[in-house]
């Protein structure tokens, strides 16, 4: 978010801010019933409502934020996909269905699709399409898998 805008804001609004800062703490004061906290929430909504922030702006950027955190962990799997290959193990059953397993990572999916199931200790990113990473790191699984059978 803008801060030069919430500056703005604050500046040309004080005394509105004080005085509902005001209400609010006489009513959590004085207020002891349910009603008190729907008061506390219609202040709150009145003063947002009044600063001109509307719920398309909270709305874009909560999805902003959705974006960049998604960004980053699927940016700290694939990093981990390079560091753990050496570690991964692979397995496939008789329908084509595999697992790949490292420390932090798991995959599954099933052989001749073009997407697999990524998780991230423990916690799933959903589906990920066969990147040139993904293939490494279930090449290199393969290859781990082979070397571990054969000694």
């Known amino acids: 978010m803008n801060t030069q805008v919430w500056s703005d804001f ?14 609010l703490f006489v009513v959590l004061n004085l207020v002891k019933t349910m009603v008190k906290w729907a008061l506390v929430i219609i202040i709150v909504v009145a003063v947002v409502v009044y600063s001109g922030v509307s719920l ?25 996909m390079m560091k753990e290959a050496k570690e991964a193990k692979y397995a496939a059953d008789a329908a084509g269905n595999f697992t ?26 959903g589906q990920w399409k066969i990147s040139d990473t993904v293939q490494s790191f279930i090449a290199q699984s393969k290859n781990n898998s082979n070397v571990s059978s054969s000694k």
């Open 56 to 80: 398309e702006k909270i709305k874009d950027v909560v999805n902003d934020v959705k974006t960049e955190t998604v960004d980053t962990v699927k940016t700290e799997a694939t990093n981990l």
């Open 10 to 23: 604050l500046q040309q609004n004080w005394l509105v801010i004080v005085i509902a800062l005001i209400v």
């Open 100 to 125: 790949i397993t490292s420390p932090n990572l798991e995959l599954k999916g099933q052989k001749g699709q073009d997407k697999v199931e990524v998780s991230l200790r423990g916690v799933s990113l």
